[in-house]
């Protein structure tokens, strides 16, 4: 039997928002009904990645438009490999931004992480490309600020 860890914290009206929003996308993408958890267990190993797919400014501008602290109850049970991926990665991400960051402030950048996915993907569909061929492109998408400028190719 796997192990459920239940969660209860209070989000804010943005949070909650974010949160029904990928659940829609998600159950979408899967094409059948999701809860939450089923969104959170199939994004939780993702999260340790995200510092290296986004830039910590966009991450902190995230936090700050969506913040997590609210008054709005959610709970939610979720595998516990899942709340373990995501403990450490507030712990990775906090380091990575620079400030304290909690489970639920990383459960709101995984969320983050899957708008800006579907909606990349759904764009790439109006362009043409099947939804897999969308989902293997949009991976060249995620951007991340290397402090590395190009030099413009030499002229003969």
């Known amino acids: 039997m796997t192990a459920e860890k239940a969660l209860r914290f209070s989000v804010s009206e943005y949070f909650f928002r974010l ?10 993408k899967v094409l059948e009904f999701c809860s939450f958890g089923e969104v959170i267990n199939s994004r939780a190993e993702r999260a340790n990645d995200l510092s290296e797919s986004y830039d910590a400014e966009d991450m902190r501008e995230h936090l700050r438009i969506i913040p997590s ?28 931004l620079g400030q304290t960051l909690v489970l639920k402030d990383a459960l709101s950048l995984v969320m983050f992480d899957l708008v800006i996915e579907r909606n ?37």
């Open 19 to 28: 949160s029904t929003e990928s659940v829609r996308l998600h159950s979408n």
């Open 69 to 96: 602290e609210g008054d709005i109850l959610l709970n939610v049970t979720i595998l516990e490999t899942s709340a373990n991926s995501l403990e450490k990665a507030a712990e990775v991400l906090a380091e990575a």
């Open 120 to 156: 990349a993907t759904e764009l790439l569909t109006k362009l043409g490309l099947t939804a897999s061929e969308a989902d293997a492109y949009r991976v060249c998408l995620k951007r991340k600020n290397t402090n590395v400028i190009p030099f413009p190719p030499e002229r003969t």
